[in-house]
């Protein structure tokens, strides 16, 4: 997981693979960048509980995958957007692997 400022001042961790690609960001972006770690640490725990939301993109061809709380607050969301539905299942599928992996 790295942490980077955003070009707003504000901080947003993403996901690395095994592979070295980022592989998702987090949806919200944090006042500063501990805030930023201590919600991936919640998100990993949290996991199991987490819905994932795949949506067409709106202005294009894809689809893009949002993880959401019970509530329905983004928390994470793909890094990219993909050609098939199918493959955008994969990816979050694998995502949520990654976060089982590192509880």
Sequence with gaps: ???????????????????GR?????APAYSGAEEARR???????????LSARISHVKD???????LQSPGGTPLARSIRSYERYATCQIAVAKFLALLASEA
């Design 22 to 26: 980022i592989v998702a960001i987090s």
């Design 60 to 66: 294009g061809t894809g689809w893009t995958w949002v």
């Design 39 to 49: 919600a991936y640490s919640r998100l990993r725990k949290d996991a199991p509980n």
């Design 1 to 19: 997981m790295l942490v980077d400022r955003a070009e707003n001042g504000r901080y947003r961790w993403r996901a690395k693979a095994s592979n």
